[in-house]
């Protein structure tokens, strides 16, 4: 006898038909998808072709050189997409466990200034979890890349991600005790164009220069030289090579010990911060769960 309390699902389409549609909505594109799944672009419509003829209606525009989703395919691609997430999910924790690895993108310079001291203990709090580290700027694409979190630098506005934020991203001139020496030392903002400047493009500097009052600079006409992350330029700044410009943050060790100092008070701050990212769908996942709560208290701590 049937359930009478049960809820009565609706049937489901073939499901290969699914992931061919959600292959072309993303892409917007029968020959990428086909191609990313490994079919004919033929094979790739007729699946279309099934799910349309299913649903009743057109899922996309055909146009000479472009496809457009129609309204039936822009409410059903993102429904698609997340349920094609969620299982993904499901599957990862399935073989891996509710522990097991968890894989952790962030920028060089929070990964060897911040996170790698502090990593220490939240290995022994959760000594199952396995933490594999992943240095990276670009963008991740936590749909299709095997990765749990990621810590990224910007204004905390992505859809689809839930985004909390972990330390200021400001910004402020630092340079070695022996260089600031050498012009008899660095007593207003104009003095540190006597000296080196790391990284002369970085739009940090212009923004530090104008908050200070300091017209006229040259930096467009230096050396156009860029290290790519802030570890860098603080280790060329700490061997006298140049003044860099930097977020506080990352650098206390280095400021408390005397290798670097900060000459002014003066800090840039453009909004944006660290954050610490990760999908919507998977914000109860426990070994995610366990690292959010874990590093939040973490930056908390003074």
């Known amino acids: 006898m049937p359930d009478l309390n049960s809820p009565q699902l609706a049937p489901l389409p073939p499901l290969q038909a699914i992931r061919v549609?959600?292959?072309v909505a993303r892409h917007l594109s029968f020959t990428k998808a086909a191609q990313e799944l490994g079919m004919t672009q033929a094979a790739a419509s007729y699946q279309i072709k099934l799910l349309e003829e299913r649903i009743g209606a057109p899922l996309f525009l055909r146009r000479p050189r472009q496809i457009e989703l129609t309204e039936p395919g822009q409410r059903l691609a993102p429904a698609v997409s997340e349920a094609f997430s969620i299982l993904g999910q499901a599957y990862a924790a399935a073989r891996g466990g509710a522990d097991g690895l968890l894989c952790v993108t962030t920028v060089l310079t929070f990964a060897s200034n911040w996170l790698a001291q502090h990593l220490g203990s939240f290995?022994?709090?959760?000594?199952?979890?396995a933490v594999r580290l992943d240095t990276s700027s670009r963008l991740t694409d936590f749909a299709r890349e095997d990765v749990d979190l990621a810590i990224r630098s910007g204004g905390g506005k992505w859809p689809g991600l839930e985004a909390h934020k972990l330390l200021d991203a400001d910004f402020t001139?630092?340079?070695?005790?022996?260089?600031a020496a050498s012009i008899g030392g660095v007593?207003?903002?104009?003095?540190?164009?006597?000296?080196?400047?790391?990284?002369?493009?970085?739009?940090?500097?212009?923004?530090w220069f104008e908050a200070a009052g300091v017209t006229g600079h040259d930096l467009a006409k230096r050396p156009g030289s860029s290290m790519g992350a802030q570890a860098y330029e603080a280790n060329a700044a700490m061997a006298g090579h140049g003044v860099a410009i930097l977020t506080r943050a990352l650098f206390k060790n280095e400021l408390a010990d005397g290798r670097l100092i900060q000459p002014f008070d003066l800090v840039g701050d453009d909004g944006h911060a660290y954050w610490l990212v990760y999908p919507t769908a998977r914000r109860n996942v426990p070994k995610i769960r366990a690292f959010r709560?874990?590093?939040l208290a973490e930056i908390a701590c003074p």
């Open 21 to 23: 549609f959600e292959a």
């Open 123 to 129: 290995q022994l709090a959760h000594p199952a979890i």
């Open 173 to 179: 001139p630092m340079l070695s005790p022996k260089l």
């Open 187 to 207: 007593k207003e903002p104009a003095d540190l164009l006597r000296l080196p400047i790391l990284d002369p493009g970085d739009i940090w500097w212009s923004q």
């Open 293 to 295: 709560d874990w590093i």
